[in-house]
T-cell receptor
């Protein structure tokens, strides 16, 4: 079945550095991908919608300059956490729809645990 | 706006016991989809089921079963004869049929702990 691959699964970085997270759709093209943030024992909160070939759409309260999203191809979206700080530590998950009507499904990556020291 | 409530934060059961996860939703729209996802410790969300608001027929898939009742706006999920591998966080979610995937509304999740 369709698979979304997310890398890295875990990253530890120093405060002030930038971290890039990749989300790939492995066997389907995704014009739209989604990025979520999940705090411990909490639900997923949509951060932004990544659109291939155009600017991402950010949810209210999400800093565009902090969380840079690039969707340069139909199979790859990247989330860069710039100048990371400890409060950015969280679990980040991406998702993509296979767009296969009428039973279109949304698939999720395995997530990235970011720890900022 | 849509809202999904999973009142149970954590449920602990012993293996082979049945466990039912509650999901109550709120929406003013008449056409929507309901979902259940499983999030094991590895982190990935695994799709379990999607239900159309027009289809109230209950469904069974192996040890999993779902009870959809529009009258009470509930979409409950039962795991029969639970196993240790069922230990995970389970999310109920809702989306209007007219919305994009970005509008998928998740509940807070229920942690299921199955002990041997």
């Amino acid at each position: 079945g369709a698979v979304v691959s997310q890398h890295p699964s875990r990253v530890i970085c120093k405060s002030g550095t930038s971290v890039k997270i990749e989300c790939r759709s492995l066997d389907f093209q995704a014009t739209t991908m989604f990025w979520y943030r999940q705090f411990p024992k909490k639900s997923l909160m949509l951060m932004a919608t990544s659109n291939e070939g155009s600017k991402a759409t950010y949810e209210q309260g999400v800093e565009k300059d902090k969380f840079l999203i690039n969707h340069a191809s139909l199979t790859l979206s990247t989330l860069t956490v710039t100048s990371a700080h400890p409060e950015d530590s969280s679990f980040y998950i991406c998702s993509a729809s296979d767009g296969k009507l009428p039973d279109e499904k949304l698939f999720f990556g395995s997530g990235t645990q970011l720890s900022v020291l | 706006a849509q809202k999904v409530t999973q009142a149970q934060t954590e449920i602990s059961v012993v293996e082979k016991e049945d466990v039912t996860l509650d999901c109550v939703y709120e929406t003013r729209d008449t056409t929507y989809y309901l979902f259940w996802y499983k999030q094991p410790p590895s982190g990935e969300l695994v799709f379990l089921i999607r239900r159309n608001s027009f289809d109230e027929q209950n469904e069974i898939s192996g040890r999993y079963s779902w009870n959809f009742q529009k009258s009470t706006s509930s979409f409950n999920f039962t795991i029969t004869a639970s196993q240790v591998v069922d230990s995970a966080v389970y999310f109920c979610a809702l989306i209007l049929t007219t919305d994009s995937w970005g509008k998928l509304q998740f509940g807070a999740g229920t942690q299921v702990v199955v002990t041997p």
